[in-house]
């Protein structure tokens, strides 16, 4: 089992900033890809942000030039700065981990129970 825990979400007017951070504990022998999803009400579930163990990093087209994704995989924490917010990020984000629990297994995904950023005009 493989638990995530969010932080870092809250209120912010339009244009000022937040940083998500998401720590992963449990059975945890090797990560692969981390990343961020986020979900508005009445929308489905969207890609937000993917950083693999390479760092090489992949960004919705909404959010380029303005979220940056990092992790610290000693760690095992994925981070997201977001600047210059927008009313239309509000959203539930939600992180993810692909893991592995030993050298045999195969990786699965996990979810993060999801953290609420509201953007004011």
């Known amino acids: 089992q493989v638990h995530l825990v969010e932080s870092g979400g809250g209120l912010v007017q339009a244009g000022g900033s937040l940083r998500l951070s998401c720590a992963a504990s449990?059975?945890?022998?090797?990560?692969?890809?981390m990343g961020w999803y986020r979900q508005a009400p009445g929308k489905q579930r969207e890609f937000v942000a993917l950083i693999d163990s390479a760092e090489i990093t992949n960004y919705a087209d909404s959010v380029k030039g303005r979220f940056t994704i990092s992790r610290d995989s000693a760690k095992n924490t994925v981070y997201l700065q977001m600047n210059s917010l927008k009313p239309e990020d509000t959203a539930v984000y939600y992180c993810?981990?692909?893991?592995?629990?030993?050298?045999?297994?195969?990786?699965?995904?996990?979810w993060g129970q999801g953290t609420q950023v509201t953007v004011s005009s």
């Open positions: 449990g059975s945890i022998f090797s990560v692969n890809t």
């Open positions: 993810i981990i692909d893991s592995k629990s030993s050298y045999y297994s195969t990786f699965s995904r996990s």
